[in-house]
């Protein structure tokens, strides 16, 4: 009887060894098939595996419906290129079709490591539920964490709580909103493992990075329809080293009055720095433009650090140009004394860009305007 349990013991033990040996090799070969370098290939682990398998299945479906269409035309173009000069021609032609394969992939690699560089960003492609379908490789630049710890994983997991309602309602994609391709444009935190001196922190001593999203809502009807949002994140700067001659900086209260403002404002918009003090930044938007004012002041808030997008800021006499603030909340250095551990914020810092000339600068759409115009 004894015998008899050993043997079956034994069985059992070589079954699950064998069950073991063909795990390892199915993900042995799962990961090869990964288009990610041999390096990155051998250190994944068995979820890791599954996760990025996942991410990459679900981005050969958004793209299937392009792929097949240039798939179709080749197929074309040989089959055309097989009848009008028979066999030896096709031979000829299919090793001019790798050699030009191998040349369009090179170009396209070199095109695409030159858009992140100026992208001074990365790409992310979330789907409707937020899962992060696809990141670009130069993310770990930017957060300090690579392509592979990211892809595959919910976006919620690495943002702020605050900011998850704001993302939700990005998420939400009608199918009218699906369609049209329509915009987002929207700030949120989420997490960094990159030091103030650039380097790579422990995950569990991250901070909060603020990002730029913008992007669209995109569709694949092929093989069924999939809908998920395009986004390129870009990180907002504490600071603008590189500020050109359409430039000017300023501070603000937290109710966005002027505390402080460059001289430069008076050859961009005509006002002495001395007269905008104690006034709002709100007496200088077009009234049509007051709502990118609120959600760029909103954010500050709540984030600390905003853009506010394209808005209208009027010119003393009359007209209009087209700006763009990025704007941070600088805390004070001292604590309260109710709250040793705290930080209010010390005034608001912005730095606005000028993007065109003056508008319609015999038009005065405010009494101020007008005023001043006559007065001067």
């Known amino acids: 009887m004894t015998a008899d349990k050993e043997k079956r013991r034994a069985i ?3 079954a699950a ?3 073991r040996r063909v795990e ?15 390096c990155i290939r051998d250190n994944l682990d068995k979820p890791s595996v599954i996760r990025l398998t996942l991410s990459y299945i679900r981005m050969h479906t958004l793209l299937k419906e392009n792929t097949g269409k240039k798939a179709e035309t080749r197929h074309t173009v040989g089959y055309q290129q ?9 031979d000829c032609d299919g090793g001019r079709d790798e050699e030009e394969k191998e040349r369009e992939s090179f170009v396209a690699s070199e095109e695409t490591n030159m858009y992140l560089r100026i992208l001074e960003g990365f790409l992310m492609i979330l789907s409707t539920e937020g899962d992060m379908i696809f990141l670009s490789d130069n993310v770990g630049k930017y957060m300090g964490l690579t392509q592979t710890e990211l892809m595959g994983h919910n976006i919620f997991e690495y943002t702020h709580p605050c900011d998850h309602e704001e993302i939700r309602n990005n998420l939400r994609l009608p199918a009218e909103e699906v369609w049209c391709g329509e915009k987002r444009d929207f700030v949120m935190r989420i997490k960094s493992a990159l030091t103030h001196r650039g380097r790579s922190a422990n995950f569990k001593s991250a901070t909060w990075k603020v990002l730029h999203c913008q992007g669209r809502a995109k569709v694949s009807v092929a093989p069924f329809p999939v809908s998920c949002l395009f986004l390129t994140c870009r990180p907002l700067p504490l600071s603008h080293t590189l500020l050109s001659t359409h430039t000017f900086t300023s501070q603000h209260s937290m109710d966005m009055r002027f505390t402080y403002c460059d001289e430069k404002v008076t050859s961009l918009l005509g006002y002495s720095a001395e007269e905008l003090l104690g006034r709002s930044i709100y ?12 959600k760029n002041h909103m954010n500050l808030c709540m ?5 506010s997008g394209h808005y209208r800021m009027l010119v003393r006499g009359g007209g209009y140009v087209w700006v ?6 600088i805390p004070s250095v001292r604590t309260s ?12 810092l912005c730095v606005t860009y000028v993007l065109s000339g003056v508008e319609q600068p015999s038009l005065q759409l405010s009494l101020d305007q007008t005023l001043r115009g006559y007065l001067s």
Request: charged share 25%.
């Open 24 to 38: 390892s090799d199915v993900f042995g070969d799962l990961s090869r098939l990964l288009p990610l370098q041999p």
């Open 303 to 307: 984030k600390s650090q905003s853009v």
């Open 82 to 90: 097989v009848v009008e000069g028979g066999v030896e021609l096709s």
């Open 283 to 294: 007496d200088l938007c077009h009234a049509l433009d007051t709502n990118c004012l609120n």
């Open 324 to 329: 763009e603030s990025h704007s941070a909340v």
């Open 12 to 14: 059992s033990r070589e």
């Open 337 to 348: 004394k109710s709250r040793p551990g705290s930080h209010r914020p010390l005034c608001i």
């Open 17 to 19: 060894r064998k069950r």
